[in-house]
């Protein structure tokens, strides 16, 4: 499905019960992106920001790897102070 959005698909019909609709959602975003129909990402970060949940693995990797950097940095901060 994906390969045929870069050959010019712009709606698919989905069943909404399907588990796999979030990682649909999420993967039409980035190929809007890619296919240049969102030219600076702004819906994909608008949508990653306000529901990262959609986004699963990745948006999980992604805040942890965040909270781990504010982590470093301030054990770094406290032992350039001592």
Do not use: C
């Not at 870069?6 to 809007?32: E, R």
């Not at 600076?40 to 992604?62: C, D, I, M, W």
């Amino acid at each position: 499905m994906l390969a045929a959005m870069v050959a010019g698909l712009d709606s698919v019909l989905a069943v909404t019960a399907s588990p796999v609709i979030p990682l649909l959602a999420t993967s039409t975003l980035a190929m809007d992106f890619l296919t240049g129909r969102d030219p600076n990402g702004q819906h994909y970060l608008a949508t990653y920001r306000a529901h990262p949940e959609r986004f699963g693995a990745v948006a999980k990797s992604h805040a942890t790897n965040a909270r781990e950097r504010r982590r470093e940095r301030a054990a770094q901060a406290q032992s350039q102070e001592t």
